[in-house]
């Protein structure tokens, strides 16, 4: 049986989604989180790119003509979405841990996944450009 990464990362995404509306709202019944303060700000900020990079994803594995460069976006993404929203919300709930390291790394992951859809797009540009 042939793994479909884009059905998978269709569940995945969808299942980030679900969790980053669970979590805005027990971040504010649950967590007690202090409006204005900075765990407030970084809990926000979390939710925030994971629901965006999660929709991001959803439409991703949609398309029907994928490349190299659109599959190792959407394996970027949901690497990235976990270790720096998770990293975030983690360092909100628990502070500074062993784990702070996670941030950053998921946050390259996030970059690297809008690098991988760039060469994407230029590629599409200058490949319908021989075309002509």
Known sequence: MKINIQKIAFLIAAIYGMTAVMLAALGSHLFHIEKGSINYLLFNNAVTYQLLHAILVLWLSTIK??????????????????????????????????LSWITPVGGSFLILAWLNLSISGFQKIFKSEEKK
């Open 65 to 98: 003509q994928t490349n190299f460069w659109i599959k190792s976006a959407i394996y970027s993404l949901l690497l990235g979405i976990l270790l720096f929203c998770g990293g975030l919300y983690i360092l909100v709930i628990y502070g500074k841990t062993m």
